[in-house]
């Protein structure tokens, strides 16, 4: 990102990151504070950044889309997919950032996003930094119990 950290620092510090594995409580902690703290939050909607990409520069932003060969998806080994998600959130942090720096600062913004704290840890300190985590045992039973 070429914004300079210090100055992101200094404006995102009413900036608060919930992170975590799946099925950890991060959106749920996000709602509590939002619903009974009067927080705010900010979604992170990949599709909404893709019309301002392109393919060379933002490769995993392109994905998934309707011309997707599902089975070749789906069936790719876990390893790939790590790597898309991880590079996912970096041609995204730019875009989020931008976001942030637009929103009132008058009350604190509650981030849900599972990311690796070293892409936040430039610009929002770990004192701001809430890291959420399960067994892999409670992941499984949860997943399991989810409805649509």
């Known amino acids: 990102m070429k914004i300079n950290d210090n100055y992101l ?24 504070f939002v619903e009974e703290l009067g927080s705010q939050t900010l979604n992170d909607n990949v599709l909404k950044y893709r019309p301002y ?5 933002y490769p995993a932003l392109q994905y998934p889309h309707p011309g997707l ?15 898309w998600l991880f590079q996912l959130v970096e041609e995204m942090m730019e875009f989020f950032v931008i976001d942030l720096l637009r929103m009132p600062t008058d009350r604190p913004i509650i981030i849900d996003l599972g990311i690796m704290p070293e892409h936040i ?6 004192e701001r930094m809430i890291c959420l985590y399960i067994s892999d045992e409670e992941i499984e039973r949860l997943y399991f119990q989810r409805r649509p």
Do not use: R, S
């Open 121 to 126: 840890l430039p610009f929002i300190p770990k």
């Open 69 to 83: 060969d599902w089975d070749k998806w789906f069936n790719k080994p876990n390893d790939e997919h790590v790597q």
């Open 53 to 57: 990409t392109n393919p060379v520069e």
């Open 9 to 32: 620092k200094e404006q995102l510090k009413h900036v608060y990151w919930l992170n975590g594995g799946c099925c950890a409580g991060k959106t749920t902690m996000t709602k509590k």
